[in-house]
């Protein structure tokens, strides 16, 4: 497995600092391993976690539906932030949809909750809920985040009207730090539907660890497959592998880029399938970033469909802009020996008068054309740009782009001098939601 990253920079003089900025990245590797200065905990954990720890975990999950004593056709994942990103990134790609009935049968969809206090969206979420015999996996570092601790409350007293108090503690699985969790008491004396984040995992970083790997074993996925992927990420890096070592340029260019004033990262993608990667990224980034008035603002966008809005700007606005295209081949669950089936434009008369030079083209070749057509565009009106490559995405190459970007984000905040662990901006408006609760 291989990225494959290209930077395009106009100006020749930036192209030189690039260079060396990527020295300097690259003698900060043996830095990913390590302490951060000034945290009293190791959160370097994230490190050659698959190794460590995860490929462990992803064993002892596996066939977890099988070994339950009561039957489920729904997960429902309570969680907000790196507690539900992380999941949503694999289960939007390959999983089970709620939309469709009698899919594979060892798959099961997941409705995401406690990630937003809406009255009318939670009233449509419980009668989703009404319609399934779920299980529920509730995720919080701390066990005492507000909104999913406030959205696990509301659900379980809905439950209490189709299932006793016994019966929903049997479906729900609890993961959290194992420091003062309220939901060790919950659980108790029966602690087996408890799962621990390590303390030295921030939760941006949590993305392989039972945070995720609960909830997406129970929904059917294949973690393993994920685990490694991620594993020969880090296997390549500590080889010193010269190709995983280029690719790490992608943390220099995204530093060179805001210090040459640009103040947003666009990550262009092409699957809507995407989008939870998409949101994944983008806290990674700015939670480990954004502090002392530094970074460069990350956000996600579809093409072609943002084209049609935000592309006016990137070309005509204000060139404030650095752009990442992420481009895939295709996506495609690993152990999925079903015939490919492709969507062909029509190549009839009405097609053809319809469409032109397009009718007869393959949507993906298309969508591939298109991405290519607006780096072009975007190349000439000098708007820096970074392309990756990822090849067709899979579980495993999932897990491979996951570890690449854990790894470039710390690098970057190397960079920037900034510590990529902590997150004391979040805290703000907690202490002021305090002062108007009381």
Same mark, same amino acid.
């Given at each position: 497995m291989t990225i494959s990253v290209e930077v395009n920079f106009s100006n020749k003089e930036d192209l030189v600092s690039l260079e060396n900025l990527q020295r300097k990245n690259l003698e900060n590797i043996d830095r990913l391993k390590e302490p951060y200065e000034d945290e009293s905990e190791d959160n370097s954990l994230w490190y050659n976690w698959p190794e460590n720890e995860g490929k462990k975990l992803a064993s002892e999950l596996e066939g977890i539906s099988s070994r339950l004593p009561y039957y489920y056709d729904l997960v429902v994942v309570v969680g907000i932030g790196g507690s539900y990103t992380g999941t949503k990134t694999i289960h939007d790609l390959f999983g089970a949809s709620l939309e469709i009935r009698n899919q594979e049968p060892q798959k099961k969809p997941i409705l995401f909750c406690g990630y937003h206090l809406s009255e009318s969206y939670l009233q449509k979420q419980l009668k989703i809920l009404d319609q399934y015999k779920p299980v529920i996996c509730v995720v919080s570092k701390s066990g005492k985040t507000l909104e999913p601790n406030a959205i696990y409350s509301v659900l379980s007293t809905h439950l209490k009207k189709r299932f006793s108090h016994e019966e929903i503690l049997e479906r729900t699985f609890f993961v959290s730090s194992k420091k003062e969790s309220p939901f060790l008491k919950e659980l108790s004396p029966n602690k087996?539907?408890?799962?621990?984040?390590?303390?030295?995992?921030?939760?941006?970083?949590?993305?392989? +660890?039972?945070? +995720?790997?609960?909830?997406?074993?129970?929904?059917?996925?294949?973690?393993?497959?994920?685990?490694?992927?991620?594993?020969?990420f880090f296997k390549k890096l500590e080889a010193k592998e010269e190709h995983t070592l280029k690719s790490l340029i992608y943390a220099p260019a995204r530093f060179l880029a805001w210090k040459e004033g640009k103040s947003v990262e666009l990550l262009a993608y092409e699957e809507p399938q995407l989008e939870g990667l998409g949101l994944w990224w983008q806290q990674l980034f700015a939670e480990s970033e954004g502090k002392q008035e530094k970074a460069i603002f990350p956000i996600g966008s579809l093409f072609s469909r943002d084209l049609h809005s935000i592309g006016q700007y990137i070309q005509e606005g204000s060139k404030s802009i650095f752009e990442t295209f992420l481009l895939t081949s295709g996506v495609r669950s690993e152990g999925n020996f079903e015939s490919e089936s492709r969507i062909r434009i029509p190549t009839d008369e009405f097609a053809r008068e319809l469409l032109g030079k397009a009718s007869g083209h393959y949507?993906?070749?298309?969508?591939?054309?298109?991405?290519?057509?607006?780096?072009?565009?975007?190349?000439?009106?000098?708007v820096p740009n970074c392309t990756l490559q990822i090849g067709v995405l899979n579980e495993s190459t999932l897990g491979f782009l996951i570890a690449f970007f854990q790894t470039s984000c710390v690098l970057g905040s190397f960079l920037l001098e900034v510590n990529p662990y902590n997150q004391p901006g979040v805290e703000a408006y907690k202490k002021e939601l305090l002062h108007l609760l009381s």
């Open positions: 087996s539907r408890f799962f621990s984040i390590p303390d030295g995992i921030v939760g941006r970083f949590s993305v392989l +660890s039972a945070a +995720s790997l609960v909830p997406l074993a129970l929904a059917g996925h294949n973690i393993k497959a994920l685990m490694r992927g991620a594993d020969d949507l993906d070749d298309l969508n591939e054309k298109i991405m290519k057509a607006s780096r072009k565009a975007h190349s000439l009106r000098e």
